[in-house]
Antibody, heavy 124, light 107 residues
Framework: EVQLVESGGGLVQPGGSLRLSCAAS????????MGWVRQAPGKGLEWVSA????????YYADSVKGRLTISRDNSKNTLYLQMDSLRDGDTAVYFC?????????????????WGQGTLVTVSS | EIVLTQSPATLSLSPGERATLSCRAS??????LAWYQQKPGQAPRLLMY???NRATGIPARFSGSGSGTDFTLTISSLEPEDFAVYYC?????????FGQGTRLEIK
């Protein structure tokens, strides 16, 4: 079965940086768009960013545009999220997630597999 | 940005009862809407996509309906494992957005 394993979370001061990684296995990574979704403590889901399978196109929520950068290395089956200029409001569990494929209708920007999440805490 | 509003915020029901959850979009999303289930300490699980299609492995007691701006997730007869938080998500336009969630709790 598809496996997604996030790493890189931790405690960082406001204004600091962090890079999250998501190691993917058991599917053809380069064929699927991937995304990051976060969840602040006790709150709902917030989509953060997505990237196409080739890496040629990226998409961001307004709340993170210019501060967070999504990328991927298809030779390593790994997704990244570079997080700069971090704020208190970025404190959350960050999930990586795989785009779904419908055999009858193709790729869709829903997420059918998710990692277990990695906690980012922004605090002084 | 398309805003998704879910109602009710909390739904209290007993096992065996029927659950009806609503998701309303601030503008039409056609049928490009999904539902997810999330249990405490777990990642979300995709239940329905494109409004009425069940994802792989999802039991038939889950069904979805709607198009345009109004959508419904129905659980025909609640099982104990169905008590969780449910989110809708649209893919009609960027940015992708989620609703704020409906908590389905045991009465």
């Amino acid at each position: 079965e598809v496996q997604l394993v996030e790493s890189g979370g931790g405690l960082v001061q406001p204004g600091g940086s962090l890079r999250l990684s998501c190691a993917a296995s058991r599917f053809t990574f380069r064929s699927y768009a991937m995304g990051w979704v976060r969840q602040a403590p006790g709150k709902g889901l917030e989509w953060v960013s997505a990237i196409t399978g080739s890496g040629d196109n990226t998409y961001y929520a307004d709340s993170v545009k210019g501060r967070l950068t999504i990328s991927r290395d298809n030779s390593k089956n790994t997704l990244y999220l570079q997080m700069d200029s971090l704020r208190d409001g970025d404190t959350a569990v960050y999930f990586c997630a795989k785009q779904m494929f419908d055999s009858g209708d193709g790729y869709k920007y829903y997420f059918d597999y998710w990692g277990q999440g990695t906690l980012v805490t922004v605090s002084s | 940005e398309i805003v998704l509003t879910q109602s009710p915020a909390t739904l209290s029901l007993s096992p065996g009862e029927r659950a009806t959850l609503s998701c309303r979009a601030s503008q039409s999303v056609s049928s490009y809407l999904a539902w997810y289930q999330q249990k405490p300490g777990q990642a979300p699980r995709l239940l329905m996509y494109d409004a009425f299609n069940r994802a792989t492995g999802i039991p038939a007691r889950f069904s979805g309906s709607g198009s345009g701006t109004d959508f419904t997730l129905t659980i025909s007869s609640l099982e104990p494992e169905d008590f969780a938080v449910y989110y809708c998500q649209q893919r009609k336009s960027w940015p992708i957005t989620f609703g704020q969630g409906t908590r389905l709790e045991i009465k």
